[in-house]
């Protein structure tokens, strides 16, 4: 009897590794030819804050198939390690959190009232959607909620609601084609007026381009923002849907904030290839997989329910 896929986990797999394998590019030395010619840095990949808060929201589905905003508030808090790459105002938020303030103030107070608008809030949901497969109502709603913990910017909320969508989507069309512009038009009925949303839309207009061109216009991440970082995930996603290493690989020609761009994107094709090779499909390699740094004992003991 073929198992069923765990396919949430199928994500998270594909988020970490792209995540550890971009912020290999960080260190000197690291070479994209080398990369793109199928010889990627040696082992060990250590992971980053995105990998640890996308934990901490997959083990909330696994345990109570929901966002619960305070308890979810609590455990990013509660793990947050600052050497893994966490942002300087997602730091203040989560100590001020664990010091007792509720979080909703703490993310409300945020950049002089505003919220973060920051693309942390999208790195974290491709699990999430991924776990309401063929549901995108769902994983928008529980998408948002997972946002507003840290972020209560419309455009991070509306950053992570896409991402979560077109998670969904892929994991739902998992075993058979999704045409590149079929994943971009089932996120457009979730977007509302502004920049991310703004920038999806000229993503499903740029579907051909190169990834030299798609990074230039859309941006890579380098701003940190949900609107210069969401629209290429999402771009990449669709362009390279059915190949995990060359999605991974196109976030790091691009540059910019690439550990974030490989997670996003990551997660959202590992849920469509899930890991290794079946005919036309390239999922996660073996290989990667081994040289990404062991996820956290209490993540990599969730089992699916």
Do not use: K
Not at 39 to 49: G, I, K, L, Q, V
Not at 173 to 182: D, I, L, N, Q, S
Not at 187 to 207: F, K, N, Q, W
Not at 236 to 241: E, P, W
């Amino acid at each position: 009897m073929t198992p069923v896929p765990d396919i949430a986990r199928d994500s998270l797999d594909g988020l970490s590794v792209g995540d550890a394998l971009g912020a290999q590019f960080f260190v000197p030395g690291r070479s994209f030819p080398e990369l793109r010619d199928g010889r990627p840095p040696a082992a060990p990949w250590p992971w980053t804050d995105d990998t640890e808060m996308a934990c901490s929201v997959h083990e909330q589905l696994r345990l109570r198939g929901h966002i619960d905003r305070d308890t979810l508030a609590a455990v990013f808090a509660d793990r947050c390690e600052p050497y893994r790459g966490y942002g300087g105002g997602t730091v203040v938020v989560l100590h001020e959190i664990r010091d007792g303030r509720p979080w909703s103030e703490a993310a409300g107070a945020a950049f002089d009232g505003r919220g973060s608008w920051g693309n942390g809030a999208a790195m974290r949901v491709p699990p999430l959607g991924a776990h309401f497969a063929g549901d995108p109502n769902r994983a928008a709603a529980e998408a948002a909620s997972s946002a507003e913990v840290t972020h209560r910017h419309p455009e991070a909320i509306i950053g992570a609601m896409a991402v979560a969508v077109a998670a969904s989507h892929a994991a739902a069309t998992r075993g058979r084609h999704c045409a590149p512009a079929e994943l971009l038009d089932a996120v457009d009925p979730y977007l509302v007026d502004g920049r991310t949303s703004e920038g999806i839309r000229h993503a499903r207009r740029l579907l051909g381009r190169s990834v030299a061109e798609a990074a230039y216009t859309l941006g890579n991440g380098a701003s940190v923002s949900a609107q210069d970082t969401v629209p290429f995930t999402l771009w990449v996603s669709a362009t390279f849907l059915a190949d995990y290493p060359a999605a991974i690989t196109a976030c790091v020609e691009a540059g910019g904030d690439v550990d974030t761009t490989a997670a996003i994107v990551g997660g959202i094709v590992a849920a469509h290839t899930g890991t290794g090779t079946h005919g036309a499909i390239r999922g996660v390699p073996e290989s990667w997989l081994s040289a990404r740094e062991a996820l956290p004992g209490w993540a990599a003991d969730l089992q699916s329910s």
